[in-house]
Structures are given as C-alpha cells and as structure tokens.
T-cell receptor, first 114, second 113 residues
Framework: SQTIHQWPATLVQPVGSPLSLECTVEGTSNPNLYWYRQAAGRGLQLLFYSVGIGQISSEVPQNLSASRPQDRQFILSSKKLLLSDSGFYLC?????????????FGPGTRLTVT | DAKTTQPTSMDCAEGRAANLPCNHSTISGNEYVYWYRQIHSQGPQYIIHGLKNNETNEMASLIITEDRKSSTLILPHATLRDTAVYYCIVRLVGTGANSKLTFGKGITLSVRP
C-alpha cells in the first residue's frame, strides 16, 4: 500500500530564516506530487505541483520554491521566511498519467514564523 | 475548473443521515465531482468521486442530478468522528495541471450527540 510522509510535523522559525520541508511517498512510482498551504481560517491553496523528476509548476508567485530531486521526494524551500508564510503545509500525491485519480494527503507541517 | 457553492455549515444528530449539498451549475462534460473532508488539524481525506452516475463506497454515497448541476454527499449514519469540513470540488480529467484540485471554503458539518 502507498503511504505519504511529511516532516517535520511542526516548526517554529524566525523571520528571515531558511525553510526546508520534505515529503516522500512510498509504494508507488512516478506519482504526481503537490504542495498546498492552508493559512489560519482559510481554504487550501495549491502552491506547486510536479509530474516528474525536475518538473515543477508554480501556481502562485511567492517566497517559496519547490524541487523534486527523486521520483518520490518533494521538497518545499524558502531562502528567507516571511510572517505571511505561516500556515499548514500539506503534501499530496496521486497516480501519474491520464485519469481521474484521487489525491492523497500527508499529515501536514504546521509552520509558525515569528 | 468549475466553481462550486456550498452552504457554510450544517449540523445533524449522531446516527442520522447527513446530506451535504453542492451546486456546480457551470460544470462541463469532462469534469468530475469530488468530495474530500478535513478533520481539524489533519490533511484532507478523499471520500468519493463521480462523473454522472450515483456512486457509493464504504464511507458515503454521491448523488449527482441528471443535469449534473448539483450533487449531494450522503453520510448514511453520521458519527461524532464525521465532524469536519467537507469540500465539494469539480475537476477536469487529465494530467499535470488538470490533475490539481481547487479547494473552496467547504461546508462545516457538526455532528451532535
């Protein structure tokens, strides 16, 4: 069966510090991978998605970047955090290829920028 | 993706059926209706999806109107653990950008004892 991992679970970082959040998927190959953010009291916003190694699409301009160095690894980064980067960050995957494949979400990372 | 509209909140009694409505009047022929839910402080959980036929699985039933402009998610016997925000999403079939989900504000379901 497939599982998705995210770490860390919670993170408190000062403004201006760097960020690296990691997501890995097990039990599947060539998945589509996604990063979402949920600000307090808001809905989920898609940040990045990837259909393959090294292929990243950005949905909104922002202070963040994403990378996919391996097939089942997706990393969200920032060089300098802003207060507005606080939120609940969720990684998700679904099967690659054409079709109506549902997305499965990880447990999330709660980031507080102080 | 087509937009969806859902009530802000609803409640139901434990053990009763919860019927969650969703309007998607601009849905196109190749767009599916998806339902997810998010329990507080957790990642969203996939519930069910459908194109035009009604669907049922171990979690819920999805009823889609014949004109596909609205749908209803039915939790047949709601429990306290079903308290969550439920998202109705319309999504194009395809790869890459077409695979992404656009979440609205959802409907908050409160199941009372």
């Amino acid at each position: 069966s497939q599982t998705i991992h995210q770490w860390p679970a919670t993170l408190v970082q000062p403004v201006g510090s760097p960020l690296s959040l990691e997501c890995t998927v097990e039990g599947t190959s060539n998945p589509n991978l996604y990063w979402y953010r949920q600000a307090a009291g808001r809905g989920l916003q898609l940040l990045f998605y990837s259909v393959g190694i090294g292929q990243i699409s950005s949905e909104v301009p922002q202070n963040l970047s994403a990378s996919r160095p391996q097939d089942r690894q997706f990393i969200l980064s920032s060089k300098k955090l802003l207060l507005s980067d606080s939120g609940f960050y969720l990684c998700a995957w679904n099967r690659g290829g054409a079709g109506s494949y549902e997305q499965y979400f990880g447990p999330g990372t709660r980031l507080t920028v102080t | 993706d087509a937009k969806t509209t859902q009530p802000t909140s609803m409640d139901c009694a434990e053990g009763r059926a919860a019927n969650l409505p969703c309007n998607h009047s601009t849905i196109s022929g190749n767009e599916y209706v998806y339902w997810y839910r998010q329990i507080h402080s957790q990642g969203p959980q996939y519930i069910i999806h459908g194109l035009k036929n009604n669907e049922t699985n171990e979690m819920a039933s999805l009823i889609i109107t014949e004109d596909r402009k609205s749908s209803t998610l039915i939790l047949p016997h709601a429990t306290l653990r079903d308290t969550a925000v439920y998202y109705c999403i319309v999504r194009l079939v395809g790869t890459g950008a077409n695979s992404k989900l656009t979440f609205g504000k959802g409907i908050t379901l409160s199941v009372r004892p």
